[in-house]
C-alpha cells in the first residue's frame, strides 16, 4: 500500500523527516498548507507536494490524505493531531508531543478512544546504530549500568525562530531534550542492574534566553538501581553535537552521533577486551520511522511506543522545567 500522505505547514524538518523517507519508501505527499500560501506553494513545488490547499484543516479533511504529518510549531502539535484523530487520520508527528503533560493526557485519551494512532517521532529510536547501543546495555555487555550521559547542542536559531517562543512552547528542553529524556526512560525499562525503573529528576540548572525559555538547560536524573543520568542541552553551542553514552561495571558505548546517523554512524564500544568501532549504516533514522509508521497504519505491525509513552516523557519534562526553576510550556 503506498500512504497519502498530507503535510501540515511548509517546515524546515520536513525536507529530511518526511520528503526523503516518502520519496525512498514510494509514498505519495498528497496535500500541504500553510499559514502563508506562497510558502506552501514553494514547498509543494520543490518537493513534488501533489496539490496546495488552503488550510491545516483542509489537509485533515482532504478526502485523498490517508496519514498526517505534523512538524507545526511545539504548540500546536497537540490541536491539530487533536483534528486529525476527529477525523480518524493516523498522525506522524514532531517531538515533542504537547506543551505538558496535562495537554498530552488530552490527546492520548482522544486517540485511544478513537483507536486512532498517533506517532510521536523520536526517529532516533528506530534506527540500528541506536538499537545496538541499547542491546548492549540490555544484555549484560557492559555490566551493571552506572552513568547514561545524553550531550546535545546546536547553533542558536535566528531570533524569530518559534523554538525561542515561549507562547509556542519553546525551550532548549522541548527541542533537545525531550530526546534525552525518552533515553532514560527508555533504558529505564530494561531489567539491568543499575537502571530497573523508571528515572526521576534530581536538579536542573537552565540559562535563560528570555523569561522561561531556556537556551541551556543540564538535567540530573537517578535511575531506581542506582545508576546517574544527564540529559545536556545547548542551543547556543558553537557547532552540532548529539552523543549518547552508556556506561557500565563492565565497559561503555559510544553512540557518535545518534540524531544524525547518516552523517556518522559510528558506535564505539570499549570493554576489557578492547575498543572496537563499529559502523551501522547511513540510512536515515527518519526512514526507519515511517517504515514502522506505514507497517502499523498498513498492517498493524506494532510499533516500539505509543501515546501512554508520550504521556510519560511530557512529565519528565514538566519536571526537569520545575527542577530548573522555568514554568513549564
Known sequence: MTLRIGVLGASRIAEVAIVGPAAELGHRLVAVAARDRRR????ADEYGVERVVESYQDVIDDPEVDVIYNPLANA??????LAAIAAGKPVL?????????????????AAQAAGVTVLEGFHYAFHPVTRRAFGLAADGTLGEITTVEVRMAMPAPGADDPRW??????GAVMDLGCYGLHIMRTLGR?????????????QAHAEERSPGVDARCDIDLAFPGGAGGLSANSMVAEDYSFTLRIAGTDGEVLV????HPAGDDRLTLTTAAGTTVEHLGTRPSYSYQLE??????????????????AV??????????RAAGLPTR
Open 40 to 43: 506552501a506553494e514553494n514547498f
Open 76 to 81: 500546536l502539535h497537540a490541536p491539530w493531531n
Open 93 to 109: 508527528s514532531e517531538k515533542p508531543f504537547a506543551r505538558d503533560r496535562t495537554e498530552a493526557q488530552r490527546v492520548a485519551d
Open 165 to 170: 517562543s515561549l507562547e509556542l512552547a519553546g
Open 190 to 202: 530494561l531489567a539491568v542492574p543499575g537502571l530497573q525503573g523508571h528515572p526521576v529528576v534530581v
Open 256 to 259: 557518535h552521533d545518534f540524531i
Open 292 to 309: 514502522a509508521f506505514a507497517a502499523h497504519v498498513e498492517h498493524g505491525a506494532p510499533l516500539p511506543f505509543g501515546t501512554d509513552d
Open 312 to 321: 510519560a516523557n511530557m512529565a519528565l519534562i514538566d519536571a526537569a522545567y
